[in-house]
Protein backbone atom coordinates (compact mmCIF):
# COMPACT_ATOMS: atom_id res chain seq x y z
CA UNK A 1 0.00 0.00 0.00
CA UNK A 2 2.78 2.64 0.63
CA UNK A 3 4.74 1.65 -2.26
CA UNK A 4 1.56 2.18 -4.29
CA UNK A 5 0.69 5.08 -2.12
CA UNK A 6 4.45 6.78 -3.33
CA UNK A 7 3.62 5.86 -7.13
CA UNK A 8 0.41 7.50 -6.93
CA UNK A 9 1.96 10.80 -5.80
CA UNK A 10 4.74 10.41 -7.96
CA UNK A 11 2.13 10.41 -11.04
CA UNK A 12 -0.38 12.69 -9.80
CA UNK A 13 2.45 15.44 -9.24
CA UNK A 14 3.32 14.69 -12.95
CA UNK A 15 0.75 14.89 -14.59
CA UNK A 16 -0.21 18.40 -12.68
CA UNK A 17 1.17 21.15 -14.90
CA UNK A 18 -0.51 19.32 -17.53
CA UNK A 19 -3.77 19.08 -16.00
CA UNK A 20 -3.94 22.78 -15.00
CA UNK A 21 -2.74 23.83 -18.37
CA UNK A 22 -5.40 21.15 -20.06
CA UNK A 23 -2.69 19.87 -21.91
CA UNK A 24 -3.53 17.55 -25.26
CA UNK A 25 -3.42 13.88 -24.34
CA UNK A 26 -4.12 14.45 -21.02
CA UNK A 27 -7.43 14.34 -18.98
CA UNK A 28 -7.99 13.37 -15.72
CA UNK A 29 -9.78 10.66 -16.05
CA UNK A 30 -6.20 8.60 -15.32
CA UNK A 31 -6.18 10.71 -12.14
CA UNK A 32 -9.78 9.35 -11.31
CA UNK A 33 -9.34 5.60 -12.19
CA UNK A 34 -6.16 5.49 -10.14
CA UNK A 35 -8.24 6.81 -6.73
CA UNK A 36 -10.38 4.29 -7.44
CA UNK A 37 -7.78 1.56 -7.79
CA UNK A 38 -5.87 2.93 -5.15
CA UNK A 39 -9.32 2.77 -2.99
CA UNK A 40 -9.35 6.39 -1.99
CA UNK A 41 -12.97 6.92 -3.76
CA UNK A 42 -14.68 4.38 -1.55
CA UNK A 43 -13.30 5.79 1.80
CA UNK A 44 -15.75 7.01 4.71
CA UNK A 45 -18.51 5.62 2.26
CA UNK A 46 -19.83 2.40 4.27
CA UNK A 47 -18.96 -1.41 3.61
CA UNK A 48 -22.59 -2.35 3.31
CA UNK A 49 -22.90 0.34 0.19
CA UNK A 50 -19.56 -1.17 -1.16
CA UNK A 51 -17.25 1.30 0.20
CA UNK A 52 -13.77 1.07 2.43
CA UNK A 53 -15.24 1.85 5.52
CA UNK A 54 -13.60 4.90 7.47
CA UNK A 55 -14.78 8.07 8.16
CA UNK A 56 -14.77 11.69 7.21
CA UNK A 57 -11.93 12.87 7.97
CA UNK A 58 -9.89 10.38 6.40
CA UNK A 59 -11.87 11.41 3.06
CA UNK A 60 -10.88 15.05 4.08
CA UNK A 61 -6.90 13.55 4.76
CA UNK A 62 -7.06 12.16 0.93
CA UNK A 63 -8.30 15.10 -0.64
CA UNK A 64 -5.61 16.91 1.05
CA UNK A 65 -2.87 14.29 -0.24
CA UNK A 66 -4.14 14.63 -3.68
CA UNK A 67 -3.95 18.11 -3.56
CA UNK A 68 -0.68 18.60 -2.68
CA UNK A 69 0.14 17.07 -5.91
CA UNK A 70 -2.13 18.23 -7.93
CA UNK A 71 -5.64 20.42 -7.34
CA UNK A 72 -6.94 19.61 -10.54
CA UNK A 73 -6.93 15.96 -9.18
CA UNK A 74 -7.96 16.70 -6.21
CA UNK A 75 -11.12 18.95 -7.80
CA UNK A 76 -12.25 15.95 -9.80
CA UNK A 77 -11.65 13.87 -6.75
CA UNK A 78 -14.34 16.04 -4.38
CA UNK A 79 -16.69 16.31 -7.18
CA UNK A 80 -16.44 12.49 -7.65
CA UNK A 81 -17.12 11.76 -3.86
CA UNK A 82 -19.38 14.34 -3.41
CA UNK A 83 -21.44 12.93 -5.78
CA UNK A 84 -21.13 9.54 -3.52
CA UNK A 85 -21.87 10.82 -0.94
CA UNK A 86 -25.47 12.32 -2.22
CA UNK A 87 -26.29 9.10 -3.17
CA UNK A 88 -24.98 7.09 -0.26
CA UNK A 89 -27.32 9.62 1.85
CA UNK A 90 -30.29 9.04 -0.25
CA UNK A 91 -32.64 6.55 0.65
CA UNK A 92 -33.43 5.39 -2.99
CA UNK A 93 -32.05 2.12 -3.04
CA UNK A 94 -32.42 1.56 -6.82
CA UNK A 95 -29.68 4.79 -7.65
CA UNK A 96 -27.15 3.10 -4.67
CA UNK A 97 -27.47 -0.02 -6.69
CA UNK A 98 -27.23 1.17 -10.35
CA UNK A 99 -24.77 4.04 -9.91
CA UNK A 100 -22.56 3.51 -6.50
CA UNK A 101 -20.45 0.69 -7.87
CA UNK A 102 -20.23 2.90 -11.12
CA UNK A 103 -18.84 5.82 -9.43
CA UNK A 104 -16.75 3.86 -6.69
CA UNK A 105 -14.83 2.63 -9.53
CA UNK A 106 -15.01 5.84 -11.42
CA UNK A 107 -16.43 3.96 -14.43
CA UNK A 108 -18.59 7.46 -15.03
CA UNK A 109 -17.41 11.14 -13.74
CA UNK A 110 -19.72 12.31 -10.81
CA UNK A 111 -20.60 16.03 -11.34
CA UNK A 112 -22.24 18.70 -8.57
CA UNK A 113 -23.98 21.11 -10.03
CA UNK A 114 -25.01 22.28 -6.51
CA UNK A 115 -23.87 25.66 -6.44
CA UNK A 116 -26.85 27.15 -7.60
CA UNK A 117 -29.06 24.74 -4.94
CA UNK A 118 -26.48 26.03 -2.25
CA UNK A 119 -27.26 29.33 -3.08
CA UNK A 120 -30.59 28.53 -3.00
CA UNK A 121 -30.34 27.17 0.10
CA UNK A 122 -28.95 30.64 1.69
CA UNK A 123 -31.33 32.61 0.15
CA UNK A 124 -28.94 34.27 -2.42
CA UNK A 125 -30.68 33.10 -5.81
CA UNK A 126 -33.60 31.12 -7.28
CA UNK A 127 -33.19 27.37 -8.34
CA UNK A 128 -32.00 27.53 -12.12
CA UNK A 129 -33.91 24.49 -13.10
CA UNK A 130 -37.59 23.82 -13.39
CA UNK A 131 -38.94 20.22 -12.56
CA UNK A 132 -42.46 19.26 -14.12
CA UNK A 133 -43.93 15.63 -12.50
CA UNK A 134 -46.72 13.56 -13.82
CA UNK A 135 -47.00 9.96 -12.66
CA UNK A 136 -44.05 8.29 -13.76
CA UNK A 137 -41.82 10.77 -14.46
CA UNK A 138 -39.75 13.87 -13.88
CA UNK A 139 -39.31 16.57 -16.38
CA UNK A 140 -36.42 19.27 -16.27
CA UNK A 141 -36.08 22.49 -17.80
CA UNK A 142 -33.14 25.14 -17.42
CA UNK A 143 -29.74 26.05 -17.55
CA UNK A 144 -26.65 25.49 -15.47
CA UNK A 145 -23.81 28.00 -16.02
CA UNK A 146 -20.91 25.68 -14.62
CA UNK A 147 -20.12 21.94 -13.38
CA UNK A 148 -17.20 20.40 -13.36
CA UNK A 149 -15.74 16.36 -13.64
CA UNK A 150 -18.68 16.43 -16.83
CA UNK A 151 -16.58 13.23 -18.68
CA UNK A 152 -17.50 13.71 -22.19
CA UNK A 153 -20.70 11.90 -22.61
CA UNK A 154 -20.48 9.59 -19.26
CA UNK A 155 -21.27 11.25 -17.00
CA UNK A 156 -24.12 11.82 -13.80
CA UNK A 157 -24.92 15.19 -12.59
CA UNK A 158 -26.72 15.96 -9.19
CA UNK A 159 -28.82 19.05 -9.91
CA UNK A 160 -31.69 20.94 -7.56
CA UNK A 161 -34.73 21.49 -9.36
CA UNK A 162 -38.14 23.83 -8.34
CA UNK A 163 -41.37 21.93 -9.05
CA UNK A 164 -44.27 24.22 -9.79
CA UNK A 165 -45.98 23.53 -6.26
CA UNK A 166 -42.69 25.08 -4.67
CA UNK A 167 -41.03 22.04 -3.57
CA UNK A 168 -37.10 21.30 -4.46
CA UNK A 169 -35.93 17.79 -5.45
CA UNK A 170 -32.28 16.49 -6.11
CA UNK A 171 -32.02 14.76 -8.75
CA UNK A 172 -29.09 12.49 -10.44
CA UNK A 173 -29.07 13.27 -14.35
CA UNK A 174 -26.84 11.01 -16.50
CA UNK A 175 -24.99 12.53 -19.93
CA UNK A 176 -26.96 10.10 -22.02
CA UNK A 177 -30.83 11.58 -21.21
CA UNK A 178 -32.48 12.93 -24.29
CA UNK A 179 -32.20 16.90 -23.88
CA UNK A 180 -29.19 17.46 -21.97
CA UNK A 181 -26.95 19.60 -23.64
CA UNK A 182 -23.09 19.47 -22.09
CA UNK A 183 -21.36 22.46 -23.38
CA UNK A 184 -17.63 22.70 -24.92
CA UNK A 185 -15.16 22.95 -22.13
CA UNK A 186 -14.83 26.27 -20.56
CA UNK A 187 -11.76 28.50 -20.81
CA UNK A 188 -10.03 28.74 -17.03
CA UNK A 189 -7.14 30.49 -15.60
CA UNK A 190 -6.41 26.63 -14.19
CA UNK A 191 -7.71 23.50 -13.45
CA UNK A 192 -8.49 23.72 -17.49
CA UNK A 193 -8.57 19.61 -17.29
CA UNK A 194 -11.06 19.51 -14.81
CA UNK A 195 -14.01 18.77 -17.42
CA UNK A 196 -15.83 21.84 -16.74
CA UNK A 197 -18.73 23.36 -18.65
CA UNK A 198 -22.45 24.10 -18.94
CA UNK A 199 -25.50 22.23 -18.67
CA UNK A 200 -28.35 22.81 -21.01
CA UNK A 201 -31.74 21.31 -20.23
CA UNK A 202 -34.47 20.93 -22.47
CA UNK A 203 -37.44 18.47 -21.58
CA UNK A 204 -35.04 16.17 -20.18
CA UNK A 205 -37.70 13.16 -18.85
CA UNK A 206 -36.49 10.86 -16.48
CA UNK A 207 -38.45 8.46 -14.23
CA UNK A 208 -38.67 9.01 -10.52
CA UNK A 209 -36.12 6.42 -9.46
CA UNK A 210 -33.23 8.73 -10.64
CA UNK A 211 -34.70 11.35 -7.60
CA UNK A 212 -31.96 11.05 -5.40
CA UNK A 213 -34.39 13.59 -2.96
CA UNK A 214 -37.78 14.75 -3.15
CA UNK A 215 -37.31 17.27 -0.46
CA UNK A 216 -33.91 19.31 -1.54
CA UNK A 217 -34.47 21.39 1.55
CA UNK A 218 -34.01 18.52 4.15
CA UNK A 219 -31.37 16.46 2.09
CA UNK A 220 -29.17 19.74 1.26
CA UNK A 221 -28.68 21.04 4.87
CA UNK A 222 -27.85 17.13 5.77
CA UNK A 223 -24.69 17.12 3.34
CA UNK A 224 -23.67 20.10 3.85
CA UNK A 225 -21.44 19.96 6.50
CA UNK A 226 -19.75 16.60 4.94
CA UNK A 227 -19.61 18.73 1.01
CA UNK A 228 -17.67 21.84 3.42
CA UNK A 229 -15.36 19.73 4.88
CA UNK A 230 -14.19 17.70 1.98
CA UNK A 231 -13.58 21.21 0.26
CA UNK A 232 -11.38 22.15 3.25
CA UNK A 233 -9.21 19.45 2.26
CA UNK A 234 -8.35 21.23 -0.94
CA UNK A 235 -7.09 24.16 0.68
CA UNK A 236 -4.87 22.04 3.30
CA UNK A 237 -3.37 19.98 0.65
CA UNK A 238 -2.43 23.39 -1.20
CA UNK A 239 -1.61 25.04 2.27
CA UNK A 240 1.23 21.59 3.60
CA UNK A 241 2.77 21.42 0.14
CA UNK A 242 2.98 25.09 -0.32
CA UNK A 243 4.55 25.11 3.33
CA UNK A 244 7.09 22.27 2.64
CA UNK A 245 8.31 24.36 -0.69
CA UNK A 246 8.48 27.02 1.85
CA UNK A 247 11.13 25.56 3.83
CA UNK A 248 12.97 24.39 1.54
CA UNK A 249 13.50 27.91 0.50
CA UNK A 250 14.11 29.33 3.45
CA UNK A 251 17.81 30.21 4.25
CA UNK A 252 19.93 33.04 5.62
CA UNK A 253 19.21 35.80 3.14
CA UNK A 254 15.78 35.95 2.77
CA UNK A 255 14.78 34.28 6.24
CA UNK A 256 14.76 37.64 8.59
CA UNK A 257 12.70 38.72 6.32
CA UNK A 258 9.96 35.97 6.10
CA UNK A 259 10.35 33.86 8.90
CA UNK A 260 7.94 35.69 11.01
CA UNK A 261 4.90 35.37 8.96
CA UNK A 262 5.91 31.59 7.75
CA UNK A 263 6.00 30.96 11.86
CA UNK A 264 2.05 32.83 12.14
CA UNK A 265 1.02 30.89 8.89
CA UNK A 266 2.61 27.47 10.70
CA UNK A 267 0.70 28.50 13.75
CA UNK A 268 -2.17 29.06 11.80
CA UNK A 269 -2.42 25.77 9.90
CA UNK A 270 -1.40 23.98 13.14
CA UNK A 271 -4.51 25.19 14.82
CA UNK A 272 -6.98 24.86 11.67
CA UNK A 273 -6.08 21.20 11.43
CA UNK A 274 -7.08 21.10 14.80
CA UNK A 275 -10.67 22.35 14.53
CA UNK A 276 -10.54 20.34 11.22
CA UNK A 277 -10.01 16.68 13.01
CA UNK A 278 -12.69 18.29 15.96
CA UNK A 279 -15.21 19.39 12.91
CA UNK A 280 -14.75 15.49 11.20
CA UNK A 281 -16.05 13.74 14.76
CA UNK A 282 -19.18 15.70 14.63
CA UNK A 283 -22.47 13.79 13.58
CA UNK A 284 -23.57 15.83 10.22
CA UNK A 285 -27.55 15.36 11.79
CA UNK A 286 -26.40 16.61 15.06
CA UNK A 287 -24.22 19.89 13.62
CA UNK A 288 -25.41 22.74 16.29
CA UNK A 289 -25.20 26.46 14.95
CA UNK A 290 -22.19 27.31 16.61
CA UNK A 291 -20.29 24.16 14.80
CA UNK A 292 -22.00 25.64 11.36
CA UNK A 293 -20.49 28.76 12.12
CA UNK A 294 -17.13 27.51 13.25
CA UNK A 295 -17.44 25.25 9.95
CA UNK A 296 -17.91 28.26 7.88
CA UNK A 297 -15.05 30.33 9.37
CA UNK A 298 -12.74 27.20 9.39
CA UNK A 299 -13.40 27.21 5.17
CA UNK A 300 -12.86 30.81 4.87
CA UNK A 301 -9.22 30.47 7.45
CA UNK A 302 -7.71 27.75 5.36
CA UNK A 303 -8.43 28.92 2.24
CA UNK A 304 -7.03 32.49 2.85
CA UNK A 305 -4.48 30.23 4.39
CA UNK A 306 -3.57 28.30 1.48
CA UNK A 307 -3.67 31.56 -0.78
CA UNK A 308 -1.09 33.33 1.75
CA UNK A 309 1.15 30.41 1.67
CA UNK A 310 1.39 29.98 -1.76
CA UNK A 311 2.10 34.02 -2.20
CA UNK A 312 4.44 33.59 0.38
CA UNK A 313 6.18 30.57 -1.26
CA UNK A 314 6.59 33.17 -4.35
CA UNK A 315 8.29 35.58 -2.55
CA UNK A 316 10.37 33.11 -1.02
CA UNK A 317 11.65 31.05 -4.17
CA UNK A 318 11.62 34.72 -5.97
CA UNK A 319 11.76 35.10 -9.87
CA UNK A 320 12.33 31.30 -10.85
CA UNK A 321 8.96 30.51 -9.08
CA UNK A 322 7.23 32.89 -11.28
CA UNK A 323 8.48 31.34 -14.64
CA UNK A 324 5.67 29.26 -16.13
CA UNK A 325 6.42 25.89 -15.58
CA UNK A 326 7.60 25.83 -11.78
CA UNK A 327 5.67 24.54 -9.15
CA UNK A 328 4.80 27.63 -7.24
CA UNK A 329 3.62 29.20 -10.68
CA UNK A 330 0.64 26.17 -11.15
CA UNK A 331 -0.18 26.45 -7.42
CA UNK A 332 -0.94 30.39 -8.07
CA UNK A 333 -3.18 29.62 -10.82
CA UNK A 334 -4.87 26.83 -9.07
CA UNK A 335 -5.17 28.34 -5.49
CA UNK A 336 -6.97 31.08 -7.11
CA UNK A 337 -9.85 28.83 -7.46
CA UNK A 338 -10.46 28.28 -4.24
CA UNK A 339 -11.56 31.56 -3.21
CA UNK A 340 -15.00 31.26 -5.44
CA UNK A 341 -15.19 27.64 -5.40
CA UNK A 342 -19.33 27.47 -4.27
CA UNK A 343 -20.07 28.25 -1.40
CA UNK A 344 -17.83 31.62 -2.41
CA UNK A 345 -15.88 33.26 0.90
CA UNK A 346 -18.18 36.60 -0.34
CA UNK A 347 -20.75 33.80 0.26
CA UNK A 348 -19.77 32.48 3.66
CA UNK A 349 -18.51 35.69 4.89
CA UNK A 350 -22.17 37.46 4.11
CA UNK A 351 -23.63 34.98 5.53
CA UNK A 352 -21.50 34.71 8.65
CA UNK A 353 -22.40 38.52 8.84
CA UNK A 354 -26.23 38.08 8.18
CA UNK A 355 -26.91 35.92 10.92
CA UNK A 356 -25.03 38.28 13.00
CA UNK A 357 -26.59 40.81 12.66
CA UNK A 358 -29.90 38.94 13.55
CA UNK A 359 -28.52 37.78 16.35
CA UNK A 360 -28.18 34.20 15.67
CA UNK A 361 -25.44 32.34 16.59
CA UNK A 362 -24.38 31.56 13.19
C1 LIG B 1 -13.15 26.18 -12.27
C2 LIG B 1 -14.56 26.29 -11.77
C3 LIG B 1 -15.28 25.12 -11.57
C4 LIG B 1 -16.59 25.18 -11.10
N1 LIG B 1 -17.26 24.01 -10.91
C5 LIG B 1 -18.51 24.03 -10.44
C6 LIG B 1 -19.21 22.82 -10.22
O1 LIG B 1 -18.72 21.71 -10.42
N2 LIG B 1 -20.49 22.88 -9.77
C7 LIG B 1 -21.08 24.06 -9.53
O2 LIG B 1 -22.26 24.03 -9.13
N3 LIG B 1 -20.45 25.24 -9.71
C8 LIG B 1 -19.17 25.24 -10.15
N4 LIG B 1 -18.50 26.43 -10.34
C9 LIG B 1 -19.21 27.68 -10.05
C10 LIG B 1 -18.57 28.37 -8.90
O3 LIG B 1 -18.66 27.65 -7.79
C11 LIG B 1 -19.02 29.83 -8.93
O4 LIG B 1 -17.82 30.51 -9.11
C12 LIG B 1 -19.74 30.28 -7.70
O5 LIG B 1 -21.07 29.82 -7.78
C13 LIG B 1 -19.72 31.79 -7.52
O6 LIG B 1 -20.83 32.30 -8.24
P1 LIG B 1 -20.71 33.38 -9.36
O7 LIG B 1 -19.53 33.09 -10.18
O8 LIG B 1 -22.05 33.40 -9.99
O9 LIG B 1 -20.42 34.68 -8.57
P2 LIG B 1 -21.32 36.03 -8.63
O10 LIG B 1 -22.74 35.68 -8.45
O11 LIG B 1 -20.87 36.81 -9.78
O12 LIG B 1 -20.90 36.78 -7.37
C14 LIG B 1 -19.62 37.33 -7.18
C15 LIG B 1 -19.27 37.02 -5.78
O13 LIG B 1 -20.24 37.48 -4.82
C16 LIG B 1 -20.85 36.36 -4.18
N5 LIG B 1 -22.29 36.67 -4.08
C17 LIG B 1 -23.16 36.89 -5.07
N6 LIG B 1 -24.37 37.19 -4.60
C18 LIG B 1 -24.27 37.14 -3.25
C19 LIG B 1 -25.15 37.36 -2.18
N7 LIG B 1 -26.44 37.71 -2.38
N8 LIG B 1 -24.71 37.20 -0.93
C20 LIG B 1 -23.43 36.85 -0.72
N9 LIG B 1 -22.54 36.66 -1.67
C21 LIG B 1 -22.94 36.80 -2.93
C22 LIG B 1 -20.52 35.17 -5.05
O14 LIG B 1 -20.51 33.95 -4.31
C23 LIG B 1 -19.16 35.54 -5.61
O15 LIG B 1 -18.12 35.32 -4.73
C24 LIG B 1 -17.18 26.42 -10.81
C25 LIG B 1 -16.46 27.59 -11.00
C26 LIG B 1 -15.15 27.54 -11.47
C27 LIG B 1 -14.40 28.81 -11.64
Known amino acids: MVSQDATLQVELAERAGWLNDGAAGHHV ?5 QLAASGYLGLGVPESLGGAGGNLLNVVQAIATVSEQCLTSGFVFWCQRAFIEYVAASDNTWLQAELLPQMLQAKRSGATGLSNAMKFLAG ?7 ATLDATTVTLNGFLPWASNLQPENFVVAIAAQTSDGRSLVVAVPSSASGLTRGEDLQLLGLQASWTSTLRFDSVQLPYQWIISD ?9 RPAFLLMQCGLAWGVARRSRHEITQSLNDKNGAALSSRFQQNSITLLMLESQLHHLCSVNANDVTLAQARQLFELRIALTRLAVDFVQLELEAKGGAAYLKPS ?7 EVSFLPVLTPSLVQLETELHRHAQAGNLL
Not at 29 to 33: D, F, I, K, R, T
Not at 215 to 223: E, S
Open 29 to 33: GESLA
Open 124 to 130: IEQLRIQ
Open 215 to 223: HATIFLPKI
Open 327 to 333: GTARRLR
